[in-house]
Nanobody, 124 residues
Framework: QVQLVESGGGLVQAGDSLRLSCAAS????????MAWFRQAPGKEREFVASISWSGGSTRYSDSVKGRFTISRDNAKKTVYLQMNSLKPEDTAVYYCARSRLSWNIQAALTYDYWGQGTQVTVSS
């Protein structure tokens, strides 16, 4: 049974930092491209960042580029999202997901396993 469990969310002020973690089990994590998505109230789920199975390739949405960093530790079966210079518009539930196809594809439909999400709230 595949499980993705996110943690690290919380309530912070604008300009603060948070690091999200996603622990995986039940899949061959070291051969899985992974990504982070987020969904704000009343909005569609949107791509945030992705990383290849080796960690050698990454991709970011324009809204987080330069502020967020995705990384992974295959020995720990964990993917991370370091979020710096947080803004109120970053407020959302953040999900990690496993890609069926490629880290280079942003469409949520191409991701087959999802975590339950962790809430990030940024106050102004």
């Amino acid at each position: 049974q595949v499980q993705l469990v996110e943690s690290g969310g919380g309530l912070v002020q604008a300009g603060d930092s948070l690091r999200l973690s996603c622990a995986a089990s039940g899949l061959t994590f070291s051969r899985s491209d992974m990504a982070w998505f987020r969904q704000a109230p009343g909005k569609e789920r949107e791509f945030v960042a992705s990383i290849s199975w080796s960690g050698g390739s990454t991709r970011y949405s324009d809204s987080v580029k330069g502020r967020f960093t995705i990384s992974r530790d295959n020995a720990k079966k964990t993917v991370y999202l370091q979020m710096n210079s947080l803004k109120p518009e970053d407020t959302a539930v953040y999900y990690c997901a496993r890609s069926r196809l490629s880290w280079n594809i942003q469409a949520a439909l191409t991701y087959d396993y999802w975590g339950q999400g962790t809430q990030v709230t940024v106050s102004s």
